[in-house]
């Protein structure tokens, strides 16, 4: 694989957009080639899926099927975005970055910590739906619950909306994840400060897969 490939991740309102973005403008003006995704979405089909997994209104959906939901459109988003932009160059002189909001890091935090399922069957299986596909670097920005929830504000969508227990079973699978992928490198920052300072750790971690 010729490309980088970085995750951010963390629980709701934990500020990993802002520093996505951020993250974005700084290796852009380093001179490398940015592509950027998100899950679930990224693709005509899984935008489509995402729009049923986030939509309010489908309260009736089971744990199981919201798994494999997510697995579906990440399977779609491998196959048709991820592979084949890290697998060139894109006639960058440095090479080809794709940063991504979210990944199964999420899936295991929400569906197995989250929601209780099966933790080692949601990593087979987002495995395979990642085609064995491993991130360089994945960032987990932690925060309080209380905080983040409160940064998203009133205009939740299904997940958001769950109980405030369910967002802290999510957050504990967030800081579980170095230990339980410790074949990967996952670092976690302290996301409640102000945003330049969690920038700068950031740009740390970054800079150190790219030397």
Do not use: W
Not at 135 to 148: K, S
Not at 165 to 171: A, D, G, T, Y
Request: with cysteine; proline share 3%; aromatic share 8%.
């Amino acid at each position: 694989m010729k490309g980088k490939f970085i995750v951010f991740e963390g629980i709701e309102g934990c500020g990993k957009t802002t520093q996505k973005n951020l993250v974005n403008s700084y290796l852009t003006e380093k001179g490398y080639n940015i592509f950027e995704v998100r899950e679930p979405g990224g693709t005509r089909i899984s935008e489509h899926i995402r729009d049923i997994l986030l939509n309010p209104a489908y309260t009736e959906m089971s744990s199981r099927a919201e798994l494999f939901l997510y697995e579906a459109a990440r399977a779609q988003l491998v196959s048709e975005v991820l592979q084949p932009n890290l697998l060139v160059n894109l006639n960058s002189s440095k090479g080809t970055i794709g940063i991504m909001d979210r990944c199964y890091h999420a899936t295991i935090a929400y569906q197995g910590f989250g929601r209780g399922l099966d933790i080692g069957l949601i990593i087979k299986a987002s495995r395979y739906a990642m085609d064995n596909l491993i991130p360089n670097l994945t960032i987990i920005y932690d925060v309080p619950v209380e905080v983040g929830l409160e940064r998203k504000g009133k205009d939740l969508d299904r997940m958001e909306q769950e109980d405030t227990s369910f967002h802290e079973r999510v957050r504990k699978g967030y800081l579980e994840l170095p230990k339980l992928l410790f074949d990967e490198e996952i670092f976690v920052i302290d996301s409640n400060r102000k945003v330049e300072e969690v920038f700068e750790d950031t740009k740390e971690c970054i800079d150190e897969i790219l030397i």
